[in-house]
């Protein structure tokens, strides 16, 4: 028989299956809805655009997708991105349908007035201009050669990324569903039977003889590749061993089918217009889910993870997560002190002034003071034989047997009415831990035990016997670790290797190991080589209870919820840092109450003979089964999603990013597409370049770094999912941070030519300067050679000749004649000196052109060439002195010199300046007509230029005389006093 003859079938025999339903689930019990489902919800309120959900979808790179009537959004799980016409100019619709994406190919997207191409962050809008066929998009498939199949309301094309063509189906064919299959063939649903497509061939399935089903909406497989159909008011499962139909009204309690969706585990989530059900099994009753209420279902879509993901039609969306602890109804308000398992395995819960509670197969019964018990506070419990129950409080010991009570208290032999634990040994006795001391009832009688005994502490808290070869009993006190063997009592502290004094909870594991848990000193364990602390920070460090399930895991409860970790990887690591054992922390987001899983009675965890674990906490009980853990095996996708540098956003690519100079401030936003348990997210992260080691940034999901010198980086990140699983391989980006100008390449190799050139140029104004100044020097040389040639080697030689002729005359007796050579031999000597002195001066003399010497040769040298022969000599060590104090000297001088020219008619004239070491001499003598000083005044004639001598003589605190007489010349004698130097000139 072909599909669609079994199909129609199907569903012409629905009314015997209605029929049968009653007698059925009458025969067969309702399977329950699985109570350990979280759920959340988001609508407008959260950051959605509209709370209209056409579809959820979880594109390659592990974002969520959902389609709105109010635009696009990506969901990372914790934020919402939007896309609308408004944010995104190739959005000019904001109703959107659907979504389909093939392995490695973009992410499309249908919306009412086209199709949209999603990839590296960019949107590409494709329409009836582009060759979309015309008619409204209802779905979208991908499949298998990589084509986009979309479905309208005018029939099926497929898009290769550049072209647009029909997929031709026979004219009678009105195709209403598409689906990818898991073979990546995609299946097309119409009102004239089911049709294959894979790679460009459309393969139809053999029409029977007999009529298909009408509209049908939906097309989609279980896990086993079998077939589901669905229409408005209907569902086909088609099954080679089993088929069934159900419809509206008779099979769920609604108007309308509008989703379906078959999960990882063969489940069918059916959506409808009054909530949403789930179907176990093809021949079980469909069970409403309560989380969704009675919301309009439009979507259904299971996540990499197995979250279900729900879109409403007014209400958002919504997630629904399996979790790994569930709570037991009528018992979510009380706070838990104690929890044990009766040996007829009803389950006991004590509370903190509410009483004790049995339950037992769903039913709950209370007991409290009007019942019996000595009061309602429940310290401890420990069950009795034929599912009694001991039960321990602040007033007393109670023993309930069915519908009697028994009371025990001091006055019966206890030590301390206030019990704080109780435990049942092998042989009926019982212990009972008080604040003095442990009692034992055996026989019907208490024998106690106290410090003198050799307890630790009166105060006792958890017991436990171990199965040990020595069979030991272990008390929990507050002041240690006490043992009972046989008849003696040796007690365990610090000093033995235990981690803390104040003993809060015992186990022991099916090797003998023995676990103890205290009061903030973490937890100890004890082998045959003794007590060892482990010092673990990734451990609670004050353990409230501790229980081992079948898998070698030991649970831990504390204030901060419940953690797992390994035996074996416990061990191996130790107190070790670098060794991570791997523990699993557990919380609200995984189904507990509260995360204060905190007992404050004994035993305050309890695992059944089923193997469950039961908790207390403050909110009532959590309960486990470790066999069945929903562990999440998957590593977290991690991405990018944001890079700002000074709140400028860079490009997300896959290649290096050039940052421009002066950045300074860089923030890295990154999220790990993981939404079983958010919160539970961590982070580590580093910036290669920069980092020397892995930042553990735990939930944060922002990274800042500032003042980063130019160099190459790239930034990585890693994130671990709420089971600890690491995506090592992470997600990252690389930049540059480029230098200023002024620390690049090229610059530095103009500073180093400029630097090169500028030296070169130095050094040749050096050679420069120094060949002037070896010329100079040379020419000096010459110039003094010269001199000595002309002055002092003439004069030698004039001296020696006469020398020679004075020694011929002496020969001679010639005295007369010796005697005048000798006469002239002293003037020739005198004039040897006196050319000797002017060499040696020029040698010494300032050259500079404003120097009194310089200036007083040019005056000089220009009277001598108005036919005054003036000669000038200059003696002693030339000093330079003020400017003023020189331009009074010249002056006097050259006023002397145009007296003598013009007013004596004086043809020579003699100029000496001399430095002495406290004054300056200057005499100026001609041989004028010369006058009498003492019959005429400076000014008689008219003339003011001896007057003007004295005054300037006198601005220099200087001497000024005046020697004259007619037909004798003219000498004038100036002396200055320079005796404190340039300064003292400078102030006259």
Known sequence: MNLLSRLHLVLRSSLFWMSCAIAALSLTARPQVPNNFGHQSWSTENGLPQNSVHQVFQSTDGFIWIATEGGLARFNGIDFKIFNHETTPAITSDDICCFAQSHTGPLWIATSNGLLQYSSGKFHRYTIANGLPTGRITNLAAADDGLILILTTDGISSFDGRRFYIIPLPSSVDPSAIV??????????????????????????????????????????????????????SIAVLRSDQSRTLSISHDLPASRIQSLLSDSQGQLWIGTSKGLFMLDKVDSHPQVVPALGSNSILSLMQDEESN???????????????????????????????????????????????????????????????????????LALAPGEGGSMWVGTPDGLNYVKGKKIRTYTSADGLPDDLIRSLMRDDDGSLWIGTRRGLAHWQNNQFITLTRSNGLGSDLVGALLRSHAPDHDLWIGTLNGLSRLRGDNITTFTKKDGLSGDTITSLAEDPHGTLWIGTKGAGLSVMTTAGFTPLRRDDLPQTIDSILEDDRGNLWLSSSRGITRVSVSALIKCGSSSTCDPHPVSYGRADGMPTEEAIGVGHPAAWRTKEGLLWFATRKGVAVTDPSHLVENLIPPPIVIERFTADGMDIPLTGTEQNITPGRTSFAFEYAALSYLAPA??????????????????????????????????????????????????????????????????????????????????????RVRVLQSRFQAVLAERTRVAREIHDTLAQSFVGVSVQLELISQFLAHSQTDAASRQIDQTRAYVREGLAEARRSIWNLRAITAPNSL????????????????????????????????????????????????????????????????????????????????????????????????????????????????SPANGTTVMLEAPITEGKEAAINA
């Open 680 to 765: 539970k997210v961590r982070y580590r992260y580093i910036l290669d370049g920069f980092d020397k080691r892995w930042t553990e940034a735990g939930s944060r999901r922002i990274a800042y770094y500032t003042n980063l010198p130019p160099r190459h980086y790239r930034f990585r990140v890693q994130a671990a999912n709420n089971d600890g699983i690491w995506n090592e391989t992470g997600a990252q980006i690389a930049f540059f941070v480029q230098p200023p100008f002024y620390r690049r390449l090229w610059f530095l190799l103009l500073i180093l030519s400029l630097a090169a050139a500028a030296a070169l140029l130095l050094y040749r104004l």
């Open 853 to 964: 010497p310089t200036r007083l040769a040019h005056l000089a040298e220009q009277w001598s060439q108005k036919k005054l022969n003036t000669r000038l000599n200059i003696t002693g060590t030339y000093r330079p002195l003020s400017q003023p104090f020189e331009d009074e000297i010249f002056r006097i001088a050259q006023e002397s010199l145009a007296n003598a020219a013009r007013h004596a008619n004086a043809t020579q004239v003699s100029a000496d300046l001399r430095y002495d070491s406290s004054r300056l001499v200057l005499s100026i003598s001609d041989n004028g007509s010369g006058f009498d000083t003492s019959e005429r005044s400076p000014s008689s004639n008219g003339h003011f230029g001896i007057q003007g001598m004295h005054e300037r003589a006198a601005q220099i605190h200087a001497q000024l005389t005046i020697e004259s």
């Open 308 to 378: 279900l993901w729900v879109g409403t039609e007014t209400s958002g969306l919504q997630i629904l997560r399996r979790q790994n602890f569930r709570t037991i109804p009528g018992l979510s308000d009380h706070p838990i002190t104690a929890i044990t398992q009766a040996t007829d395995g009803a389950i006991w819960l004590g509370s903190n002034s509410d009483g004790l509670d049995r339950w037992q197969a769903g039913n709950i019964q209370h007991l409290y003071t009007r019942t019996g018990l000595v009061s309602e506070t429940i």
């Open 180 to 233: 990818t299959a898991q073979d990546g063939s995609v299946w097309i649903a119409s009102n004239s039977g089911i049709f294959q497509y894979s790679h460009g061939r459309v393969l139809p399935q053999p029409l029977g003889s007999t009529s298909t089903a009408k509209d049908i909406e939906g097309i989609g497989f279980f896990p086993d590749h079998s077939l589901w159909l669905r229409t408005g008011t």
